[in-house]
């Protein structure tokens, strides 16, 4: 586990995609603020919190307070740049700050010091819009809530094969038919499976025609607003 004393050490640094485990599921507000998170991080060696050198990739997910469970992921450059991103951007606004202070009127400054903060909060959750609606639709599963496309080979080779699973010889010949039948869940997880196990490519280019679909933007938008109309909204037959 990781561990730190004085904010020096190893943790949990968060990268991308920030999910609330319930998925519209009933949770007393204060077990949200208890739990944390599920999202895929890297464990890092850090200095007051900040990382410095990455050392393994992980999703972690089922947090009990400072307790959770997690499995490893493949390591990517993605990853890495928004993981120290989100440390590193508050430490850079606050180097700004420092220096127009100095350097600038005190009206100059008062007017900046939001701007650059409204920016650095608005900057993060662009970021993460695209890894956040492939795990909307993808929904939760026994694995939290990671994309199958950032998996270790061990455990996409763990998933039955598209002959078994969707009775088509690839993932990505299952998609369509699932798109068109507005099973947006079941055409996703074919996506990003044929990206982790077929042709990484060709399952990111069906990623993107999934999530630009106007259907599904449509349905992202009302479960978005009723997290509770998960399986409906998805086409979820299961």
């Not at 990268?15 to 009933?26: E, H, I, Q, T, V």
């Not at 008062?110 to 701007?115: E, F, N, Q, T």
């Not at 909307?136 to 599963?141: E, F, Q, S, V, Y």
């Amino acid at each position: 586990m990781p561990y730190t004393i004085n904010g020096i050490g190893t943790s949990v640094c968060g990268g991308l995609g920030f999910m609330d485990p319930s998925f519209g599921k009933p949770t007393k507000w204060w077990n949200k603020l208890i739990s944390g998170k599920n999202f895929d991080g890297i464990e890092c060696f850090v200095i007051l919190y900040i990382p410095f050198v990455p050392l393994k990739p992980i999703h972690a997910f089922n947090w009990q307070g400072t307790a959770y469970q997690r499995i490893p992921l493949r390591w990517s450059a993605s990853l890495v740049a928004k993981t120290f991103l989100r440390r590193w951007i508050w430490l850079i606004v606050a180097g700004i700050l420092l220096y127009l202070s100095s350097a600038v009127p005190d009206l100059w400054f008062a007017v900046s010091c939001p701007v650059l903060i409204l920016g650095a909060l608005f900057l993060l959750p662009f970021l993460d819009k695209r890894d956040q609606n492939i795990r909307w639709l993808l929904g939760p599963h026994k694995y939290g809530t990671s994309d199958p496309a950032t998996w270790v080979d061990e455990t996409v080779k763990a998933m039955p094969p598209a002959k078994e699973l969707y009775k088509k010889n690839t993932y990505a010949e299952a998609v369509p038919s699932f798109l068109s039948m507005g099973q947006y869940s079941e055409a996703m997880w074919a996506a990003r499976l044929s990206a982790a196990a077929e042709n990484r490519p060709e399952g990111e280019k069906l990623t993107d025609t999934i999530l630009q679909d106007p259907h599904v933007q449509e349905a992202l938008e009302k479960v978005k607003k009723d997290p509770s109309n998960w399986k409906t909204l998805m086409g979820v037959k299961r």
